[in-house]
């Protein structure tokens, strides 16, 4: 162990604790007159990593020098934040929002209940599981912004919302499981491994299709007597449809992104003509949401360089636990890490057992819930969704609170 590790582990711990911390900074900046733009600054959980990051690349530069801490930062792999970048924006254009929309209510009118109940079981439910196609991020961007307007907003008491929000982390998190591309921590092992989409269905996606399910049915039944039904749209949104040509490019370019995800090459091009495509119809467009799919970014980058430097400590801790251990070390480690880095890190013990390999993963995405940091797309919901709490913030505390019980319900149905 080298003073650097010990200090980007020390720096690591203090960023855990500021995540937990974000309603006391913005509780600050309301009572604060001079430095209310700081404490506001503070209390945005999306900048937590990233201004973390660059005091540890600081004090590496005061350390071991500027040369070396710029070859550090330069060595991480930034292709997971700006692939959710990229997929955040594209996912949550109007063209592809509206598609999705729709297909939410087709299904929701062939079904004997409150529209608006079967749209947000809908949504607690089928959008996760459909992660395992368009992607974990895609999922979790669509599934906020249609869940914004029903959950989390004023009049659904402040728990249940934190209920709701548990529930949809935890369900993104185990609802990428029935493909070997889709959930982050899968596709940090599945080629090394030789996990296939049919193993990972016959294998988790069943187990994790339950586990959804019974989440989104639990919270709904809660959420039930506090939803409203939806305004009618207004005229204007009725005569303004969107062309089929213009859906079927955005649909297009997202199937680019999620194909090539690992090629960022490629899919920052597709982007860059996807900007100049949605500039030519700008008629057919809601703003793009470029601001919060930055911070996003933002905050996965600065995870990316606090977490390549605790390996020390987290790789003994995953080598030397038997299987049933393993999950729950898993499972609980997941909060404290991303759950992607977890596996990643697993792939790496040479002569892991099948049953070893198994429980890491299941404990990992079943963890992917109990806060921010747990699973790569939950900052994307955070910022989606933020604005519906009290203080227009998210506390570390009520997620996990939310997160227990459908981790739990997660937990047992990997362990059967």
Request: net charge neutral.
């Amino acid at each position: 162990m080298s003073t650097i590790d010990l200090v980007a582990a020390v720096i690591f711990a203090i960023a855990l604790l500021h995540t937990f911390s974000v309603k006391y900074f913005e509780r600050l900046a309301q009572r604060s007159v001079g430095n209310a733009g700081l404490f506001h600054l503070l209390g945005e959980v999306e900048v937590v990593f990233g201004f973390w990051a660059f005091v540890l690349i600081g004090l590496m530069a005061l350390i071991d020098g500027g040369d070396k801490a710029i070859a550090y930062a330069e060595s991480r792999q930034y292709t997971e934040p700006l692939f959710v970048f990229v997929i955040m924006v594209v996912a949550a254009s109007k063209p592809v929002l509206d598609a999705i929309k729709q297909v939410i209510e087709q299904l929701a009118r062939w079904v004997p209940l409150r529209t608006a109940v079967v749209r947000v079981w809908l949504c607690l439910a089928l959008v996760p599981l459909v992660g395992s196609l368009i992607t974990e991020p895609a999922a979790m961007t669509l599934a906020a912004l249609m869940l914004a307007p029903l959950v989390f907003r004023p009049g659904i008491p402040e728990r249940l919302k934190y209920g709701a929000l548990g529930v949809l982390f935890v369900n993104v998190s185990i609802g990428g499981t029935l493909t070997s591309f889709a959930a982050p921590p899968v596709l940090m092992v599945a080629a090394t491994w030789q996990w296939d989409s049919a193993f990972m269905a016959s294998t988790f996606g069943w187990r994790a299709a339950i586990a959804v399910v019974i989440n989104a049915t639990v919270v709904t039944v809660l959420l039930r007597q506090h939803l409203r039904e939806p305004a009618p749209p207004l005229p204007a949104d009725r005569n303004l449809s969107i062309p089929w040509v213009v859906t079927a490019v955005h649909l297009a370019v997202l199937s680019v992104v999620v194909v090539f995800a690992h090629h960022p090459v490629i899919f920052l091009g597709a982007f860059m003509l996807f900007l100049g495509y949605t500039q030519a119809y700008s008629r057919y467009q809601n703003p793009l949401i470029l601001k919060e799919a930055l911070l996003v970014g933002f905050f996965l980058a600065g995870l990316v360089v606090l977490g390549g430097l605790q390996r020390w400590w987290l790789q003994p801790i995953v080598s030397g636990l038997e299987p049933t251990a393993l999950f729950f070390g898993a499972l609980g480690l997941t909060a404290l890490t991303d759950n992607a880095a977890l596996t990643y890190l697993g792939s790496l013990i040479e002569g892991m057992t099948d049953p070893a390999k198994y429980m890491l993963v299941a404990g990992a995405v079943a963890g992917g819930g109990l806060t921010v940091i747990a699973n790569a797309p939950n900052p994307s919901g955070v910022t989606l969704l933020k604005h519906g709490f009290d203080d227009q913030s998210i506390g570390a505390g009520g997620l996990l609170l939310g997160a227990l019980l459908p981790t739990a319900v997660a937990a047992v149905m990997f362990l059967l």
